[in-house]
């Protein structure tokens, strides 16, 4: 064994050894290192089990869905093997004799190569797919599940699951003949043979054929990842022979930390005193961090040209190419020395050695203004010959000996990267740079090299979601130094024009969104279904829905009347009229308390009025609003329950609601998290919209132009829907209604999907079936309504937005 030495003088490039031709034979290098595990859980073994798990759920479902057109098809291709009885007899003796031979004779095959570890974990895998497919059946045929059993078995007494084909999918699956192409195609040529048998004979349906092919494969995916797979990652003696083989002299080796991807590196001594580092990338950790990346991708809308997936020679291909890359442009990395796969489950980069240390670790009070520009000309060197970082941090920043920057880790970087990626990289180290030493000198460095027309580039993509995860958690601390920074860059630059970047396809809300617009769909759907639509507009009578259609246009005007009496200067009503229009057409694709809300505070900034009083005004606006439906809904209720008793008796529903509330004002309070976001939404409330209504207490005129619009957009609303349900010959009381709509107007404006839709027909429809009204007809009624009130409205306010557009009021 040689000994083992630390050799820290890493000056020059280190020398190879002479070639192995003639030279005697190299000693041993013992590799200081833990143990490698014998077995190990493999990430890719757990992504294929849950991207099984999520087939064999769609399959249910679209199978759940249509069930008249499987059976039809079973029944098409039962007759069609009638006609044919020979070809249905030669595939049920080939499949049921082969589904059995098959898998012993690969069983047998890898016994004599020595691999009987993997045959026994295929025999657990089928042991567990058999029972696990009887117990699943017998709980099916005990009446669990009545429409899972009904299209598993379509109704003949068969099993839900086969017991065989699960077993033999599940040791299929468990032994990893697909790593074998002429072992795969024979065993799924045998699987499609005694499925075809099983189908023909009425065995088996088609639905229940698929759910048992994807169920063993997820039992011995299942199998793979609790059990583990045996590790195949080369040890360290692998790594140095293979540094032998590139001409490498190592005499000693010893494992260091691993880098932010999970892979193994290595600090190599050589013969002549110096040191490499030695990156190992390990065929089974190409898919570690998938699901992030995958996420990331999928919602963030950058130029990149990465795969999710890579294989290990793209991924060595890859960082090697940047490595040259970045010595190409003269920036100051670790120089590559080497590349080589080790075997056929890992690869090898070797590096220059440089004694240095992470930025991360370097004391705030030592990075001084010539550290700071010695980063930005590094990156500067990077830009110029367009290769993106993407990991411009504490970790991939260092400072050697001599106090010169290094940058390091680049394994995430780009060639011939696009303007986009080069403007993140500067984003990102803008916002690392000013987390350390504050934006002021992070910018003033920056500007220094990079000048004003590159930051002014980056400032759009200030945005939490372009930083790396690293900086995102460190942000958090300082929530509001992305727009000191922008701050920074404005002040260099005052006339900067700053064009809006959106880099996230889509935010997290969104999702709740489309989740919530399709149960709005499904429910809308649902009602549709019980109503003639051509019987509801034709039955409805004419008087009443006239007036329901005079009631909806005037809401518009008094959506202008109250806008107009909150903002301190003159507006023309009649195109304040025509932005109202506008904004029932931006319902469609914005919630109902959000598209309003924006599209006059874009039409009060197009006028003239500061942002932030238009924001004000607008606000103001939605207060008041809310004030008086309060307002409303509490007197109507009371003139509603006036109506039927003498005394005004608070009903249980009533208190039931009344603690809700309170429950969730005491949670809002005492959860610190959430009572700091209240207080902070609430500071801003009162920093900006108070003042704006004391301007209109002020100011009578103002006042009771707003009051009077107020009052009239609800009183507008309540008599469409009122009209509404006298269209279909129904009396209720005018009060009853306006707690209907007052009610169900506030969870629609609460409610995430465009314009309320679903919630509002829902609590609608509700509201007026519990005051009396049969289902069908305040179906009927609401769907009128809803037809005056926001379908009717899109055209008129399609033409309004183009015209208020074309003219820039909007």
Known sequence: MAEINEHEDAEGSPERSPSAAGARAEPDVYV?????????????????LLATLAALGAVILLALVAKQ???????????????????????????????????????????????????????????????????????????????????????RSIEPLNTLLTSVLAYTTAVRVSRRPTWRALMWTVIALYILALYSGRQITLPGAIVTVLVGMAIGYATLYGIGSPNTRP????????????????????????????????????????RIDVTVLDRDRQVAGLPYRLWRRFRLSTETRRRAIRSLRAELEREALMAYAAQAAGASTPRLLGTSEIGTEAALLAYEHIDTRPLDEVPTEEIDDDILHQIWEQVSLLQIQRLAHRRLTGEGIHLDKAGRVVLTDARSGEIAAGDLLLRLDIAQLLVYLSLRVGAERSVRAANAVMGTESLAAAMPLLQRIALTRETRSALAKDKNLLGVIREQIVAL?????????????FRPRTLVTIIASTLAAYFLLSQLSQVNLVQVVVQANWAWSVLALVASFVSFVAAAVMLRGFVPYPLPLWRTTLVQFAASFVKLVAPAAVGGVAINTRYLQKRGIAPALAVASVGASQLVMLAFHIGLLLLFA????????????????????????????????????????????????????????LDVLQSPRKLIEGSIGTLMITLTFVLCLYACVHAFNWEIGFTTVAVVYLTANAIGSAAPTPGGLGAVELSLTAGLTVAGVPAELATSAVLLYRLLTFWLPVLPGWAAFTYLQRHEAL
């Open 493 to 505: 630059e005052p006339e900067v024009k700053v064009e809006e970047m959106r880099l996230e396809r």
């Open 235 to 274: 040890p360290g003696n692998a790594v140095v022979a293979a540094l032998r083989k590139l001409s490498f002299a190592p005499v000693s080796a010893r494992r260091i930390e691993d880098d932010h991807q999970g892979s193994r590196r290595y600090s190599v001594g050589l013969a002549d005193g110096a």
């Open 32 to 48: 200081v290192e833990p143990l490698l595990p014998q077995r190990l859980r493999r990430p890719s073994d757990l992504l294929r």
């Open 69 to 155: 057109t499987l059976y039809g098809l079973e029944r098409d291709v039962t007759e069609g093997t009638t006609l044919v009885p020979l070809l249905s007899r030669i595939a049920t003796f080939i499949g049921g004799a082969a589904v059995l031979i098959v898998p012993v004779a690969f069983a047998v095959e890898r016994v004599f190569h020595r691999d009987g570890l993997r045959v026994a974990e295929g025999l657990i895998a089928a042991i567990i797919g058999m029972v696990g497919a009887f117990l699943t059946g017998q709980w099916l045929l005990a009446g669990n599940a009545d429409d899972l059993s009904q299209l598993l078995t379509g109704g």
């Open 638 to 693: 009371y003139i509603t329950g006036s109506n039927t008793a003498s005394t005004f008796t608070p009903s249980r529903g009533l208190v039931v609601a009344l603690l809700a509330v309170a429950l969730l004002v005491v949670v809002l309070l005492g959860v610190p998290p959430l009572r700091r976001l209240v207080t902070r939404r609430m500071k801003r409330l009162f920093s900006n919209v108070l003042p704006r209504l």
